[in-house]
């Protein structure tokens, strides 16, 4: 009867035994479960400083978001206050040296081809400080520009 218990007991602290490892374990591989939380008397324990590169991490993609659209609005601006103006930049001017449809689709390709890139290369979370920083640089340069024609006259 007590070798029957032992092997009981036994095979008991082997299964606890294993559960416990399988809890402990840090790397996961492909199909692994993650770990639970520990409990200590009904309270989650945390890592504070992961919360705190969580908060860090969504006030950054936030930054980033509002610099896309600040940007995007500036130059819009930019475009709205060069309509029908003579335009200065050869570049962006219609064949009659106005500010039109050619300038917009031009501005709206550069703006393109800013953001999509951002997109593409959004799971950097490195790369959003640059991205923001370019943005709302790019953002003051058009709002100067918008500024700036709004003191220019249309012509008649």
């Given at each position: 009867?007590?070798?029957?218990?032992?092997?009981?007991?036994?095979?008991?602290?082997?299964?606890?035994?294993?559960?416990?490892?399988?809890?402990?374990?840090?790397?996961?591989?492909?199909?692994?479960?993650?770990p639970l939380?520990?409990?200590?008397?009904?309270?989650?324990r945390?890592?504070v400083?992961?919360?705190?590169?969580?908060?860090?991490?969504r006030?950054?993609?936030?930054?980033?978001?509002a610099?896309?659209?600040?940007?995007?609005?500036?130059?819009?601006?930019?475009?709205?206050?060069?309509?029908?103006?003579?335009?200065?930049?050869?570049?962006?001017?219609?064949?009659?040296?106005?500010?039109?449809?050619?300038?917009?689709?031009?501005?709206v390709?550069?703006?393109?081809?800013?953001?999509?890139?951002?997109?593409?290369?959004r799971?950097?979370?490195?790369l959003?400080?640059?991205?923001?920083?370019?943005?709302?640089?790019?953002?003051?340069?058009?709002?100067?520009?918008?500024?700036?024609?709004?003191?220019?006259?249309?012509?008649?």
């Open positions: 009867m007590t070798t029957q218990l032992f092997k009981r007991a036994f095979a008991a602290m082997a299964i606890l035994g294993s559960a416990g490892l399988m809890v402990a374990q840090t790397a996961r591989t492909p199909g692994q479960i993650a939380p520990e409990f200590t008397a009904g309270v989650i945390t890592d400083a992961s919360v705190k590169d969580a908060r860090h991490d006030n950054l993609n936030h930054l980033w978001i610099s896309m659209v600040v940007m995007a609005a500036a130059s819009g601006a930019d475009a709205a206050t060069s309509w029908g103006k003579l335009e200065g930049n050869s570049l962006l001017a219609s064949p009659d040296g106005r500010f039109g449809a050619k300038g917009v689709s031009i501005k390709g550069i703006a393109a081809g800013v953001v999509i890139p951002q997109i593409l290369f799971r950097h979370k490195d959003r400080m640059a991205f923001s920083l370019g943005n709302f640089a790019q953002a003051a340069l058009f709002s100067g520009i918008a500024v700036h024609n709004l003191g220019i006259a249309a012509p008649k």
